[in-house]
């Protein structure tokens, strides 16, 4: 990809945002997940649904996140990292 919205994290294990289209998509993510944990469940309860399914709801937008990341990432292997060397 030439312009990677995610790339290898300087310290630890994953991804972080490299430029500002992967930082758009991290805090869209944030907000339409909080959104949905805030909302969702009084919607569930008072239409006589299981609160489980919000966290199943929860799961699939962060497995969708992480695909999208891993898709938009610069190709770096997953490993841990101990800072630039």
């Known amino acids: 990809m030439k312009h990677p919205w995610f790339g290898g994290k300087t310290f ?4 972080s945002p490299k430029g500002w289209r992967g930082w758009l998509a991290m805090g869209a993510f944030i907000v339409i997940l909080n959104g949905f944990l805030i909302i969702t469940p009084g919607l569930l309860v008072r239409v ?3 609160p489980a399914w919000t966290a199943l709801g929860a799961l699939v937008l962060t497995v969708g996140f992480v695909a999208v ?4 990432s610069d190709g770096e292997p997953w490993r841990w990292r101990w800072g630039r060397r």
């Open 12 to 15: 630890g294990y994953g991804l």
């Open 48 to 50: 006589g649904v299981h």
């Open 69 to 72: 990341a891993i898709a938009t």
